[in-house]
Nanobody, 127 residues
Framework: QVRLVESGGGLVQAGDSLRLSCAAS????????MGWFRQAPGKEREFVAA????????YYGDFVKGRFTISADNAKNAVYLQMNSLKPEDTAVYYC????????????????????WGQGTQVTVSS
């Protein structure tokens, strides 16, 4: 089992930045990729970003448009999501997820790819 704990969410103003963290514990050696998803009130959960455990490949949702950056620190079993130029429409609960299989451009954005999920961290962007 792998446990994921997100942190770093909060209330910010439009244009601000936030850095989300996801700490993994347990059988982290069994995971090959990590991702971030988000879910806004009344909307379906959507893909934000993902990274292979090697760190050499990253994937992003279409809406990111260079504003967000995903990174990983394997020594700390952590994944980060740096979010810049935040907009009110970025308001959502952000979830960290881990996959037991290598990611590819098709699988990275699918929720069914991921085996473990965190509880989420709230990000609220005011206008």
């Amino acid at each position: 089992q792998v446990r994921l704990v997100e942190s770093g969410g909060g209330l910010v103003q439009a244009g601000d930045s936030l850095r989300l963290s996801c700490a993994a514990s347990g059988r982290t050696s069994s995971t090959y990729g990590m991702g971030w998803f988000r879910q806004a009130p009344g909307k379906e959960r959507e893909f934000v970003a993902a990274i292979r455990s090697s760190g050499f490949s990253t994937y992003y949702g279409d809406f990111v448009k260079g504003r967000f950056t995903i990174s990983a620190d394997n020594a700390k079993n952590a994944v980060y999501l740096q979010m810049n130029s935040l907009k009110p429409e970025d308001t959502a609960v952000y979830y960290c997820a881990a996959s037991r299989f290598p990611l590819n451009p098709v699988s990275a954005s699918k929720q069914t790819t991921y085996d473990y999920w965190g509880q989420g961290t709230q990000v609220t962007v005011s206008s």
